[in-house]
């Protein structure tokens, strides 16, 4: 058996679900419930700009603001790892280009040290008896 509270809930759904099943589903309803959306979201957008104004007269930032400094951040951050991305490629490159400029300068100077050998003439390291 169902606790009295139960078998009371059921007794009263029975009753009232037709009514409000007709209710709802009335075309006068439908524009009641638009209308109550459209004094809701007046209201709620009045209560809004009431709270930023007064946040704004004591120089504290609304929810605009703090969200408007949050985009910009995001594409400040956006923009730091892309220079950083850039850096990074752009000392690679040079990193290489000393390698390069290196090696280049090692092998001069080693043809210029075998050509400074052949044009001297040979040593004659015979020990005079």
């Known amino acids: 058996m169902k606790p009295l509270w139960r078998q009371l809930f059921d007794s009263v759904e029975q009753n009232a679900a037709p009514l409000m099943q007709d209710a709802t589903a009335s075309p006068a309803?439908?524009?009641f419930m638009k209308v109550a959306a459209k004094i809701t979201n007046d209201v709620n957008r009045q209560g809004e700009a009431m709270t930023r104004q007064w946040l704004h007269m004591w120089n504290l930032p609304a929810a605009g603001d703090v969200s408007s400094l949050k985009k910009k951040i995001g594409s400040l951050e956006?923009?730091?790892?892309?220079?950083?991305?850039?850096?990074?490629?752009?000392?690679?490159?040079?990193?290489?280009?000393?390698?390069?400029?290196?090696?280049?300068?090692?092998?001069?100077?080693?043809?210029?040290?075998?050509?400074?050998?052949?044009d001297e003439a040979p040593v004659d390291l015979q020990v005079a008896s």
């Open 78 to 118: 956006n923009e730091v790892r892309s220079l950083q991305r850039m850096v990074e490629e752009n000392q690679r490159l040079q990193r290489e280009t000393l390698e390069v400029a290196q090696a280049a300068f090692v092998d001069e100077i080693d043809l210029e040290i075998d050509d400074n050998d052949a």
């Open 29 to 31: 309803f439908a524009d």
